[in-house]
């Protein structure tokens, strides 16, 4: 399924930074803007890491060698190294690998930054990628992992710059790696874990009753009806309307998500003034289709999303007000909503948590589970799964969620929302790992992919789904919309405005079909008949001599073989 056009003349998994562990002293590196100077320090073995997500080379570890910029005037100072001509070439996707750290001196977090300086003609024409970000420490080593990708070729040349942290903290880099992904072993690599993590070896049994000799050699057919793994997509009311929306909607989803239509600003524009038309047309429509809906959001932290009305509140009608929005929105919807996203993007917003306290948050998830205690209570955030935003780290997610819980917060489970550009698996992989540590499921909320060569969309749409669906810890994707002209972000469609499916779409219904499991054959001199499925429920068919029989059976999760008796 790769595209395979992006693939030509790349050397995959091949360091382009020379000198990257500094055998050779600082050949190659130099100070940037006003750094007064670089030197080799060496780190003490034990304070070497020893965990990383890079696998350019088996047993890999990192060097223990790295550069120590001191001097910096300001954030635009750090070190560089210019990058071969020719060595990075265009529409393939690139990591950014390597550790960093802050000098001893230094007090609290930074960001640092990993940026590929591409040249044009001319200074006003060189062009700044960004190839990943940290929150780098004092004491510790942070390992960097970004991604970029360029549209064309370098006019004249390329360098990596690594900038960041205030005037006067010294910067720390160990191991610093540029190398092409290959998608193509990754997704290799995926297939046989989501076998073993997504399907099971079952044995139908048709030999009760003596019926062996009956079956024996009698034709049979498995066919796979729905999967354990959710597939879900974003609506809204205008995209209800179009006929091929709906079609490619209803043939390949099985949940949904309203876009905004169930937000406190599109329910409350106006204070007392309570509108819930909209969503309660966009539940009939998932009812008639029979696809359960997430409920996507109670509140949103980050500023900017908060209607002026709410803003304007003293602190005791805003707290009135936050318990109107849980009562009406939760009795109202008891019952029709399996997941709710409490309050959305905790990592970016304290609107709620700067006006009313440090416990409002786990107060919004009691109350939420007290109102409606079937549904199962999500954080909702962006950029953890991508490396590249300091403020939203798995580890902080982490730290957030085991607050929440510590506070008594009924915290039931992780919601990525996967705006992604240009992934890298490995990357979305280690967030993944990491997140599994809570033991909560996790959910890729509102994926979408941008890309404007559809080609690159649909390789790109395939690394993000390849990982969740090989991942034992995600249960579900759901897709921030998919029709041309009804979605958030631009250049991330499957389907075109005209209806058409374009190579993105095609994609997802090939891994689809790819993911479902049908089987036919002949009961054996037993009346048993084996195959290996993926995880749902399904429906057998067997023709014998006096008729046939249908049968419907599951496919859980499970380590050993799954035995069914048949009644014939």
């Known amino acids: 399924m790769a595209c395979s056009c992006c693939a030509q003349g790349v050397v995959f998994n091949a360091n382009v930074i020379r000198n990257s562990a500094l055998e050779d002293g600082l050949a190659g590196w130099a100070p940037l803007g006003a750094c007064t100077e670089l030197s080799v320090q060496h780190e003490e073995p034990e304070k070497v890491p020893t965990e990383t997500i890079n696998d350019v080379e088996d047993g890999y570890r990192p060097s223990g060698r790295y550069i120590l910029a001191t001097g910096r005037g300001g954030e635009e100072d750090g070190l560089c190294q210019a990058i071969p001509a020719g ?10 690998a390597g550790w960093i750290g802050l000098g001893d001196g230094a007090a609290g977090e930074h960001a640092v930054r990993v940026n590929i300086r591409v040249d044009g003609e001319g200074e006003e024409c060189a062009l700044v990628v960004e190839g990943g970000a940290v929150c780098a420490e004092a004491g510790k080593w942070t390992e960097i992992k970004g991604v970029f990708r360029l549209k064309a070729s370098p006019a004249s040349g390329a360098a990596v710059h690594v900038q960041g942290a205030p005037a006067g903290v010294d910067v720390k880099v160990m191991d610093l ?31 009760g009753a003596g019926a062996s000799s009956a079956v024996s050699g009698a034709s049979i057919r498995v066919m796979q009806m729905d999967t354990s793994f959710a597939f879900g997509a974003c609506i809204n009311p205008a995209v209800i309307q179009e006929p091929a929306f709906v079609d490619y909607f209803t043939k ?8 905004n239509e169930l937000k406190w600003y599109h329910t409350e524009a106006v204070q007392g003034q309570l509108n819930y ?24 932290a980050v500023d900017r999303m908060v209607q002026k009305w709410v803003k304007d509140l003293p602190t005791d009608q805003l707290t009135a007000a936050v318990q109107g929005r849980l009562t009406s929105l939760l009795t109202r919807y008891a019952g029709r909503f399996p997941h709710y996203d409490v309050n959305n993007e905790m990592l970016h917003g304290t609107f709620f948590q700067d006006r009313l306290g440090d416990d409002v948050n786990a107060f919004m ?25 300091p403020n939203a780290t798995p580890e902080k997610y982490i730290a957030q969620v085991n607050a929440l819980m510590e506070k008594g917060a009924p915290v039931g489970g992780i919601g990525l929302q996967g705006h992604v550009t240009n992934p890298a698996g490995e990357i979305i992989c280690d967030a993944l790992d990491k997140l599994a540590t809570t033991d909560l499921p996790v959910w890729l909320t509102e994926l979408d992919v941008c890309e404007s060569d559809v080609c690159l969309r649909a390789e790109d749409l395939e ?8 991942h034992p810890a995600v249960e ?14 631009q250049d991330a469609c499957l389907v075109n405005s005209d209806g058409t499916i374009n190579d993105a779409g095609q994609r997802f219904i090939n891994l689809r079909q790819e993911w479902t499991s049908h089987a036919r054959g002949k009961i054996d001199s037993d009346g048993n008949f084996k195959f290996r499925g993926y995880h749902g429920s399904y429906v057998v068919q067997l023709a014998t001599a006096t008729g046939k029989m249908h049968r419907a059976f599951s496919v859980d999760k499970g380590d050993t073989p799954l035995v069914l008796d048949m009644d014939v």
């Open 87 to 96: 060595a990075l070439k265009p529409r393939v996707t690139y990591r950014v």
């Open 177 to 207: 790696q540029v190398f092409a992904t290959d998608r193509k072993a990754r997704f290799k690599k995926l297939r046989k874990k989501t076998d073993k993590v997504r399907k099971r070896d079952v044995v139908l049994k048709f030999a």
């Open 252 to 259: 390949h989803f099985d949940w949904a998500v309203f876009e």
């Open 277 to 300: 038309t909209d969503p309660d047309a966009l539940l009939d429509f998932c009812d008639r289709h029979g696809k359960p809906v997430r409920g996507h959001c109670i509140f949103w």
């Open 365 to 389: 998830f009691k109350e939420t589970a007290r109102l409606d205690p079937g549904a199962a209570l999500f954080v909702n955030d962006y950029n953890v799964e991508g490396g590249g935003d």
């Open 463 to 470: 690394v993000v789904l390849r990982e969740a669906y090989a």
């Open 476 to 489: 579900g994707v759901v897709l921030w919309g998919f029709m041309q002209g009804h979605m958030w972000r």
